[in-house]
Every structure is written in C-alpha cells, then in structure tokens.
Nanobody
Framework: QVQLEESGGGVVQPGNSLRLSCAVAGRTFSSIGMAWFRQAPGKEREFVAA????????YVADSLKGRFIVSKDRAKNTGWLQMNMLKPEDTGVYYC??????????????????WGQGTQVTVAS
C-alpha cells in the first residue's frame, strides 16, 4: 500500500514562492515516480510536473517552465514542487500522485494509481 502525504500549501502574494512536499510511504523512489497535478475552481485537473523513478527525469508543463521545479530526495523518500513567481492563476488544489507511467504518459492523471489528499494554494494580494 502506497500512501502520500502532502504539505506546504497556503496563501501567498503574487510574485512570491512556495514549496510543496509529498512524503511517500510504502514504496521508494527507485521503484515509483511522482507527479503533481492541480485543479482550479470550475476547471479540470491539469498536469503540473513529474519526476520519473530511478534516474529522475523531470517534466514540467510548458506553461510553467521557468517557474516550477520538481525534485525528489531519495533519502527522505519525499518529493518537492518548488513554485516561484506565483500568479493568481496558479491558485488551486495541488495533488501529488505516484505511479510508474511510460514516458509518453507521464502527463496523464489516469496513469497514477496513488494520490495524496491535496493541498490548497491561494495566490492573492
């Protein structure tokens, strides 16, 4: 059984940064990858970033490149989403997910069987 626990959400002003963490229990990063998705009110869940198992190749949504960085700490079995220069449109519930999708499917939510509870991020002045 894989369990994910997120933390780090909150309210921040535009232009500031926030770092989300996702602690994984039940599997190690050598055998499972991690992704981040977000869902804004009234919108569908969208892909944010992913990091594959093993070597840890990273993927970031094109619209977020240059601002969002995904990483992992194998020793702590924890993944991170560093969000910089936040904008009001970044507001939403952020979810971490774990799974082992093939490269062509890393952006697909259906490829991840394990999900965290979500953490709210609000960007407002």
């Amino acid at each position: 059984q894989v369990q994910l626990e997120e933390s780090g959400g909150g309210v921040v002003q535009p232009g500031n940064s926030l770092r989300l963490s996702c602690a994984v229990a039940g599997r190690t990063f050598s055998s499972i990858g991690m992704a981040w998705f977000r869902q804004a009110p009234g919108k569908e869940r969208e892909f944010v970033a992913a990091i594959k198992s093993g070597g840890g190749t990273t993927y970031v949504a094109d619209s977020l490149k240059g601002r969002f960085i995904v990483s992992k700490d194998r020793a702590k079995n924890t993944g991170w989403l560093q969000m910089n220069m936040l904008k009001p449109e970044d507001t939403g519930v952020y979810y971490c997910a774990a799974g082992s999708p093939i490269t062509s499917s890393v952006r697909s939510a259906s490829m991840y069987p394990y999900w965290g509870q979500g953490t709210q991020v609000t960007v407002a002045s």
